[in-house]
Every structure is written in C-alpha cells, then in structure tokens.
C-alpha cells in the first residue's frame, strides 16, 4: 500500500478543500501532517473545541537565548482540516514534522510560513510567465479562484515546478528527512493508505526520500536495534536531530518505544526538548497577516475564511461589503455609482484574468479604481506584497483591514493554561510581591533591581494591580530609588492569559510587547518604549534593533535629539540597569548621530531666539561622536565637517550656526573663535549664536580665554538701542555658564580691563534691576535734555 | 510613410507593426466593440509574451496593465498619474497602438492649450470662403477619436488651464461634441465604439489635486510607481543607455558596475534608504539612463573608455541636484555617510570622487 502525498500551502482554503475531499474518499488509516511531533500525545487538547483562529505556541530557552514560534491554524487550514476530517474518518492522525524548538527551526517565528519564498528565483518565473504582480496574485489565479478540476494535479505541477533542482537549505533537508522516517514508519505497519500532508514544497523531496528509503528500511531490522537502530537510521537520527538526541542516546530507545503517542513502536523517536514548552494561545487573524518577509504565509485571512466558508463569489461581495463599511464608518462617501463602477472593473478584471468570479486582487483592483481619485504614495500592499507602508492612501488602509479582519480565537475553556500564569505567579511568590501594599525598592540592590524588574514587566505587559509611584524618569535620571503600590485585582489571570501570546514569561512577554509597540510609533513613544526596556531588563537587543531602524526616519530634529541623549547615557553610564556598553544600544546611538546630523542639515529660516531643545541636540550629537567613538561609524572628522558647513551657512538660525561652530571647536579642531565673534556681532543675532556656542564649547571659552576680551570689545561698541535689543539673548546664552564660571569671566573682564576688584559683587548687585533701569532711564532723559538745549 | 527609416522615433504602431499584426492574427478572443484587439491579446502586446515571440515594452507591475484596459473597456477615461519618467506616455501610447492600432492621436496638454487643440477649429480661408461648413470644419484629435472610435492620449492633462480640462467634461459624460456652427446632423457628433481617453498627469509639476471634482469622476486613476525590481530596473538602464550610447558613437558599453552604482544611488535617493531624505528632484529611470549616456560620453570622449564612478558624480551634480541647493547638501550628505557603508571598489571609487561636487 503506497502513501498518497498531498502538498498544500499553508493556510489554503483550497487546498484544505482537497485534503477533506481526499480524506473523506480515501478513508486512510494514517494521516501523517506537518507539525510538531513533540504534540502528538496531546492532540486531544487541540480538539476540545476552540474558537479558530489559535495557535500552538513553542517556546524554548536554549544556550542561544529565548526562541519561541507560533504554529498557527485557523479554519482553513489544511493542517488543521487533515486534524478533524482525519479524526472523523477514524484515521490516525500524527504530526510529523520536528518540534518547534528544534535547531532547524532556530529562525523561524511561524512554522507555516511558506517556504518557498525562500527560493525566490523559481517563484518569480511563474510571475513573469502568467504576468502577475506577485506570488499570492499567482497563488489566487492559480488555485483559489481556478475552478476544481485538476486541483490536486496542478499543485503536483506547481510545487515541483518549484522545487526543481533547487538546493534546500541544511534545515529544511533535516526536517524532510525526519519526516520521510514518520512516512516509512506509518507504511512499515501495512494497516491501510497512508496520507500525508505536508507543505507543497517538500512534497517532492518526501516523495523521493520515501521511495529510497523504503527498500533498505524494515521495520524488524529497526526493532532489533532496539532504538539503537542500524548504523544507517542512526545516520539519520543524528541529521533529523541536529545532534540534539545524540547525547541522550540510551534513554531514547525508551522514549521511541513506550512515549511516542501512546502507539506501539516502529515510529520514529521524538527529540525531547531540555527547556521549551508547547502551548494553545488564542490567536488573531490580525497576528496571521501580521508575519512578514521569510515568515510570511498566506495574507488577508478574513477573506479566506469567507472564501472557505461560503467560496469565492461570496468572499468577493464580503469583501465589498466589509470596505465600504469601513469606509463609511470612517464618514467616507462611497456612492452607489462608485459601487456600480467597481463591480464594473471587478468583473472585467475577472473576465480579463481568466477567473470565473472576481478574485481577490480583481476586486481590491476594482475597488482602488472606483474609490481612489488621487495619485497613490505608494503601491497597494497587495501587488508589492509587504506591511503596510506610512503613508499609505486611507481607502487602501480600510482595504486591508477588511482584509485581515478583526477575528479572534478564544481557547475552550478546559485548555491547560498558559505557563506565563503559573510562571509569573511563581515569579511573583519568589519575589514576595504577591501581597498588596506599598513597596520600597533600591536599584542598586541586585535583589531590588530583580524584582523591580518583574514589576516593571507586568505593568508593561498591562496586567492590573502594579502602579509604580516613584522612580527613575528617564535615562539621564540618577534616582535609585522606586516605590510601588500592589493592589489584588480580579483580572490579574484573565491578562496574564491574554500577555500569555506575547511569551512564556514575563520578561519574554514584555520584551515582545514593548517591540510590538514600535511600528508606527513617533520618537516620543519610542523613547519611552526604550526606557521601559531598560527598565524591564528585557529583549532589548531586539527593541532596539527596530528601534535603531526606526529612528532613521525620524524628521524631528529636538525629539531626537532628547532620545539620542538618553540612549547615549544609557551606553555611557546605566550599570544601574545593565546597559551600558550594550552593541544594540550602540547601534541605536549610531543611527541617531547619523539621522541628527541630516536633519542639523536641513534646518534653515531666518533669526530666530535661541531653541535649547536644538542644541542639547548638538550637544547629544557631540558627545556620542566624542566618548561612543567606536560604536559611531561616522568619525569625527565627517561629522565637523557637517557641522563646520551648517555654522557657515548664512540660512541656519544664529543659535545654530553657533552650536555648530562650537561642535568643531569642542572637538579639538582650529578655529578662528575671535573672528567668528566679530563675523556674528549684529546685536539681534549675537546672543543667539553665543547661546549655541556656549551650549557646545563652554569650556574653550573660558580656557581659551580670546573670546571673553573679543566679547568685551563688540558688546562695549553697542550703542544703547543695540544693547538692548542684544540684551534678552546675551541672558540667555550666558545663563549655560553655571555661577563659578560665570564669576571666571567677570574675573577676566575685570583684567582684561585693569580693574582689581571682586568678581563676585559684579554678578550679584546689591540694587534691584528695576532700580538700575529707571535710573538709566532718568539719564538718559536728562542726556536729551541737554542736548536739546546745547548744553551737552 | 513611404519611408520610416530614417525617423528619429516612429510611433508604437510602426515601431512594432509585426507584432501587431501577429496578435491580430492569432486573435481569437472577444474583443470589445471598436477595438482593434482583445483585451488578452492588447496586454501580451505591452508585457510581452516569449512565447509568441512578442516583447515585452513595459515593465511595471502586469496588473496594472490589466486595469488599465478594463478601464478604457468601461465608460471611464483613464487618468495615469505618477512622477516624472515613470514610462506614462509609453503606457499610454503602447495602449493606444494596442486598442486603436493608432497611437497619434494626442494632445499634448500645456499652459497654452486651448478648447480648439482638443476639439476642432476652422480653416480660415475656407470658413471666409464658404462658411462653416464640414469641409472648413478641421477636427482636432478628440473629435477625429470619437468620429473614428479611437482612443485619445491627453498627455499632461493638468497642465492644461482648468476650464480647457472640463471642456472634456461633456465630453467623457455625454459622449457627444456639438459644433453650433453646423446645422443638421454635421452639428453633432457621437462617439462611436472605442473611443476612450488615456491622459496622464505627472505629480510634481503641478498634481492632480486642482483637478475639478466633476472631471477627476470620469477617469480612473491608475498610479505609475518606479520600478520595483532593482535587477529590472538596472537591465532597463543598462539596455537603454547601450543603445543611447551606441547612436552617439561611443565604442565602450557602459561598465555594469558603474550602472549598479548609479542605479544603486538613484533608487537611495528616490527615498529607499531610512536616514536619507528623498531630493526633491525627480529621480527616475528615465532620468539615470540620461546620467548613464552622459557618464558614457564622459569617459568616451574625455579618455577614451567606459565613464567610471567619478564621472557619475559629476554627472549627477548636473541633472540630479539641477539648481536646488537643498538637493545637493542632500546628495553631499549621501556619497559622504551612505556610500561609505558599501562595499566595493565601485563605491569606493564613489565615495573619492565625492569632492567633485560643485560648492
């Protein structure tokens, strides 16, 4: 009895289709499904009766640090059709693949993503042969919205087309080969067909592996090995596990032949996980759509779960309907003649495209032209395939919503719980924090910055119950110290589950709930979100990989220039939270100095008062190039040479422009301070480039000492109209002295002019200011007088 | 047409007269009323088809091709919008040779234009003469297209003053032009089937948004995007350039380094990379294969070799940051911090010749 191999992409309807026809006609003993084979004992708890979408969820703390991965089924599954069709016609069902954990998954996040964008060259063929946009636009012309007949061959074509010749990469091969041994195994026991359902593009490699195989493997040989097998299933075993059994070797024989789903032996052993977990979370069509690149599978489930359920002409006026109402509710008019004209389209796309109903992109098409009457900033996501894009016109956004849908699974309500319940409530005990009350904590006790840290967690992950009511602020805050208060909360466990999606544990679930806040967010909210990384001492190697991305696009130059402070203090200082020194955080520091010099760039527009927010930019800027040198690839002498540009460009605002001379000069190069004095000595915009100047390069200015005297001199030829327009900003630029230094220039002033006398009584005048003014006023009254009657 | 030899560039319909001819032959599917191919046939005929030996003339994404024909299918103009260089009027013509068999039909829009470049005007000796009559009656391509059921280009329709663009109001709606002039049936005339409009508008000069609400209702917008594809688009550049460069009489093919570079850089400044800001100038395809066949001419008639790297910057100094000093602080900044992150002798080459910049 030979196996009937059925190849499917992930998350088809159509296949799914076929693998119910083909299970209910063939009535098989096995049905052999990729998935993880390490659940194969609790298959049960997968049919309890759930609400699709959900998905297994792995998690795994190995050497190499925390990994987790979501095996996803909805309703159209073809996984999870193989599940409950299999079930229903009595057959066996087993997953087949390698647990989730394994090495060869180590890069993967979704176990059904499709593998064969991996092998891009094969895909983009077919594109250009059937002249569509993409491989989904193929997928749908192909399969979904084709009619029937001949499905099953076709996918045969289509999957072998695309495997080829092409080389599989070490991982991939290692899974096909484990599962070509379930396939031996379940053919071995001769008690029926065999069917196996896997994704399309091993297919072919199974095919041939099995047919190989299944001369040289016996099932008595490999009994009487006794788990220790013959040399050539050893061989194997050791590729299959990547040497994870290799080690365990004695006891594996008792694993193969007493644990492995409870069946007899003859079936392949099961690499038993050392410290990772499978379990059911509940799952969303938005978390479905949301994988991207090499994790991506299938988009748009909304639609395919109407297409599923009620096919392709159905799924098409869901569609519409979904869109419009969403439009609408937006307060957007669609009028029935936008209707009319994207019905119209729909269906000459159809027609045009060969399909008997409109398809999906044939309506999205349709509905792009009726409804958007402007030229588009970027190309809708379903012909570039790919995220969403700021920028994005509305209508198009409101598409792909209607697309993704807002479906969410809920998990029966006997499913074994999530383990971030048990673990944070275990965290919790071990910590001493699961009373209620105000809790006093100091950072710098390893023991109170652990459990700070678990509070931070919670609160991040929104679990109620844990306010803190003090604490550090920001990066640049020196307060140790934090105070919470722990309140009991009736929907403590309800969030844990929900946090539960996020990860095992409460510093995985926070790491990915922080990096889950990042998409889209402004400086602002990434600034925080990187705080609360530090705070929560989570994943924020990863935060801040996005992050370092995200800040890139930043236009804002006082915003960023706020986060690149507190990052670079991070880096220079934070052993409070262990940060200082992190590559990541360095990265970050780099693609901030990189952006905040683009941006320095662009900044023009007349005088204007003197903006600190810009030049604590300047300043950040500076100290990163000047202490996190080795983490910044663009050197010092690039970086002066920027700003050197900036101060010389008569467009940039004075306090600019002296922040920007300032920069060159507080690193250390040749510059003509006195002459720079003078070139800038108009009164209204003198106080403004010294308010720059001295927020960069306070420093050589007092030890330099020329620029003091020059100084003296511009502010001495003032008349007294100029003075006093000088005045405000001349305050201000001078206020980035503290006292003693400021005392240091009264001290030079009263040199540079031959006067002994305390420096200290010429900052603090005994008289009030008003006083001063009305009688200089009254001087200068007199002076007119005076003059008025010649008598000056 | 005795002879097209020596044109500088026919149009589409003589250009790839053959293959025309071919499809039409082949041509067994439904073709909507008044055109001169099937839908199937019209879009092999623009993305091409190995197969039958058609080329392929556009490379942009093949749906939207597909929309582009079921719109002028329907009673709806067709509007391309996008930047400058996208390949718009190629689309357009390329559609109007498929459709029409005739791609001549056009208008091209500008601040001048005026109702009689679209409509018709009189020959006025005749009109003097004889007094309107069909005969002084000198019909121009909108006319000509809805009394013969071709298709119309309206290139850079938003250039036009806007009351010579609702002038097409009537016209798309209703279908029909009345010459008051004219009495009896000559004082009407009806589109017949096939007559469409494609028009295209580029976003930079001047958008689409001044556009009358009434008139943007009649078309439907089809967005051109650059080439997606960096392999694509860098064929595209290195083809056209060849050919550019081979009519100029330059003995060296561009170098395919060099091309990468420039095509690298444009697609970075065209807005790809994060801590660049887009230049406000266009950078387009169309534009990197100017730079390409001047960087070739450099390096041919300066040194008598293919253009190198430097000559690229100096190239691009010239057309990519044209007058704005915006864009070149821009482009400074870019060969400053972005190339050096590259690897390759090419972008080494690059970063060196950074110095040449103009300022």
Redesign the interface.
Same mark, same amino acid.
Do not use: C
């Given at each position: 009895m030979g196996a009937t191999f059925l190849g499917v992409r992930h998350h088809s309807p159509a296949c799914a289709r076929l693998v119910r026809d083909t299970i209910l006609d063939q009535r098989p003993a096995h049905v052999l499904v990729e998935g993880p084979a390490d659940v194969n004992d609790r298959l049960g708890e997968l049919l309890l009766g759930h609400e699709l979408p959900i998905a297994l969820y792995t998690y795994h703390r190995g050497d190499g640090g925390a990994h987790a991965s979501w095996t996803p089924f909805c309703d159209y599954s073809p996984e999870w059709v193989a599940l409950t069709a299999g079930r229903e016609v009595g057959a066996r069902v087993r997953f087949i693949d390698l647990p989730a954990w394994h090495p060869a998954f180590a890069d993967r996040d979704n176990r059904y993503a499709d593998a064969e964008i991996r092998y891009a060259e094969a895909v983009e063929r077919l594109c250009r042969e059937f002249a569509v946009d993409n491989v989904d636009t193929l997928w749908d012309h192909l399969f979904e919205a084709a009619p029937e007949d001949g499905l099953a061959e076709r996918l045969t074509a289509y999957f072998d087309l695309l495997r080829g010749d092409s080389a599989a990469s070490p991982d991939d091969r290692a899974r096909e080969e484990y599962m070509a041994r379930w396939v031996r195994a379940a053919l071995a026991r001769d008690d029926g067909p065999v069917l196996v359902v896997t994704g399309g593009f091993h297919t072919p490699a199974l095919r041939a592996l099995v047919a190989d195989g299944v001369r040289g493997w016996t099932r008595p040989a490999d009994q009487a090995g006794g788990g220790r097998a013959t040399t050539g299933t050893t061989d194997r075993d050791r590729t299959a596990g990547g040497g994870e059994p290799a080690g365990s070797e004695p006891s594996a024989g008792r694993a193969h032949s007493g644990e492995v789903g409870g069946s007899a032996d003859g079936w392949p052993e099961v690499p038993r996980s050392t410290g990772g977990a499978s379990y059911l979370v509940p799952y969303s069509h938005r978390r479905l759509d949301a994988f991207t690149g090499y994790e991506s599978g299938m988009p748009s489930p909304e639609y395919y779960h109407w297409l599923w359920h009620r096919g392709v002409g159905a799924a098409a006026d869901e569609l519409v309907r979904s869109v419009v109402t969403r439009l609408r509710g937006r307060k957007v008019v669609v009028s029935t003649a936008d209707l009319i004209a994207a019905r119209t389209l729909a269906d000459g796309l159809a027609r045009l495209r060969g399909h008997d109903r409109p398809a999906r992109v044939d309506v999205l098409d349709g509905l792009t032209g009726a409804l958007v009457s402007e030229d588009l900033d970027r190309p809708p996501p379903w012909a570039r395939r790919g995220p969403l894009e700021p920028g994005t016109h509305p209508a198009i956004v409101e598409m792909v919503a209607a697309l993704s849908g807002d479906r969410v699974g809920r998990l029966h309500a006997d499913t074994p719980a999530p383990p971030l319940v048990a673990a944070v409530q275990a965290e919790l005990l071990a910590a001493g924090l699961d009373g209620a009350g105000l809790v006093g904590l100091d950072l710098a006790d390893p023991v109170d910055l652990d459990r700070s840290r678990l509070l931070h967690r919670l609160r991040v992950l929104g679990v109620p119950g844990f306010a803190r009511e003090t604490g550090p602020r920001g990066g640049g805050d020196p307060e140790p110290r934090e105070r919470w208060l722990l309140r009991p909360d009736d929907h403590r466990v309800p969030a844990l589950i929900e946090a539960a999606a996020h990860g095992a544990t409460a510093s995985d679930a926070a790491g990915a709930k922080l990096a889950a806040r990042l998409p889209g967010a402004d400086v602002a909210e990434l600034s925080a979100v990187l705080f609360d990384a530090a705070l929560c001492g989570v994943g924020a190697e990863r935060v801040l990989a996005l992050l370092a991305d995200e800040v890139g696009r930043v236009g804002d130059l006082v915003a960023l220039g706020r986060v690149l402070a507190d990052v670079l203090s991070l880096w220079r200082h934070d052993r409070l939270l262990g940060t200082a020194g992190s590559p990541a955080l360095g990265a970050v520091v780099d693609a901030a100095v990189t952006r905040l010099l683009w941006l320095a760039e662009g900044v023009h527009g007349g005088p204007a008062p003197a903006e600190p927010g810009r030049l604590r930019a300047i300043v950040a800027v500076r100290d990163a190039v000047r202490h996190a040198g080795p983490v910044v690839t663009t050197g010092v002498p690039e970086a002066v040479a920027v700003l050197s540009r900036v101060s010389a460009d008569r467009r940039v605002p004075p306090d600019l422009r002296g922040a920007a001379f300032g920069f060159g000069w507080s690193l250390g190069c040749p510059v003509d301070a006195a002459g720079a004095v003078r070139g800038m000595a108009a009164p209204a915009t003198m106080g403004d480039w010294l308010a720059g100047l001295f927020a960069l390069a306070r420093d050589e200015v007092l030890t330099a000492g020329g620029v003091v005297g020059v100084l003296d001199e511009v502010v001495d030829a003032l008349t007294e109209d100029e003075f006093l327009v000088a005045l405000p900003a001349l305050r201000q630029a001078f206020a980035f002295f503290p006292p003693a230094e400021r005392e240091a220039i009264a001290r030079m002033l009263l040199e540079l002019r031959g006067v002994t006398g305390s420096a200290r009584a010429l900052l603090r005048t005994p008289v009030d200011p008003v006083l001063v003014a009305e009688a200089g006023a009254v001087e200068a009254a007199v002076d007119r007088v005076l003059a008025r009657e010649g008598l000056a | 047409m005795s002879d097209q030899k020596d044109l500088q560039r026919p149009p589409a319909e003589v250009r790839f007269a053959d293959e025309l001819a071919r499809l039409r032959a082949d041509d067994t599917a439904h073709r909507p009323p008044g055109w001169a191919l099937s839908? !199937?046939a019209a879009?092999?005929f623009i993305?091409g088809d190995e197969s039958r030996d058609v080329s392929r003339k556009f490379v942009g994404?093949?749906?939207l091709?597909?929309?582009c024909?079921? *719109?002028l /299918? *329907?009673s709806?103009g067709l509007l391309l919008?996008?930047e400058p260089g996208t390949a718009k009027s190629l689309l357009s013509e390329l559609i109007a040779a498929a459709v029409s068999g005739e791609s001549t039909l056009t208008v091209q829009g500008g601040a001048a234009t005026t109702e009689d470049q679209v409509k018709y005007s009189w020959n006025y000796a005749l009109l003097v003469a004889e007094g309107p009559t069909p005969r002084s009656l000198v019909p121009a391509p909108m006319l000509r297209g809805m009394a013969e059921g071709k298709v119309v280009r309206f290139e850079e329709i938003t250039r036009c003053p806007l009351e010579v663009q609702d002038c097409m109001l009537s016209l798309l709606s209703e279908r029909v032009v009345a010459i008051p002039e004219l009495t009896g049936p000559d004082g009407m005339v009806f589109a017949r089937d096939g007559f469409n409009v494609i028009a295209t /508008?580029n *976003?930079r000069d001047r958008?689409?948004?001044e556009m009358s /609400?009434a008139l943007?209702?009649r078309?439907?917008? !089809? *967005?051109v995007?650059p080439i /997606?594809d960096f392999a694509t688009e860098l064929d595209l550049v290195e083809r056209e350039a060849g050919r550019l460069l081979e009519r100029s009489g330059v003995g060296a093919p561009p170098r395919r380094d060099v091309l990468e570079v420039l095509v690298r850089t444009f697609r970075d400044l065209r807005g790809g990379?994060?801590?660049?800001?887009r230049l406000s100038t266009v950078m387009s395809t169309a534009e990197a294969v100017s730079v390409a066949h001047a960087v070739g001419l450099r390096g041919w008639y300066l040194r008598g070799e293919a253009g190198s790297a430097a000559d690229v910057v100096e190239c691009l100094a010239g057309t990519a940051a044209k007058d704005s000093p !915006?864009d070149l602080?821009r482009l400074r900044?870019y060969l !400053?911090?972005q190339v050096?992150?590259r690897t390759g002798a090419q972008w080494r080459e690059l970063h060196l010749a950074r110095h040449l910049l103009p300022g």
């Open positions: - | 839908l !199937e879009r092999r993305v994404d093949p749906s091709v597909d929309r024909l079921v *719109t /299918a *329907t709806r919008v996008g /508008a *976003t958008g689409v948004n /609400a943007k209702r078309f439907n917008f !089809e *967005t995007f /997606a990379v994060s801590s660049t800001d !915006e602080a900044r !400053e911090q050096p992150r």
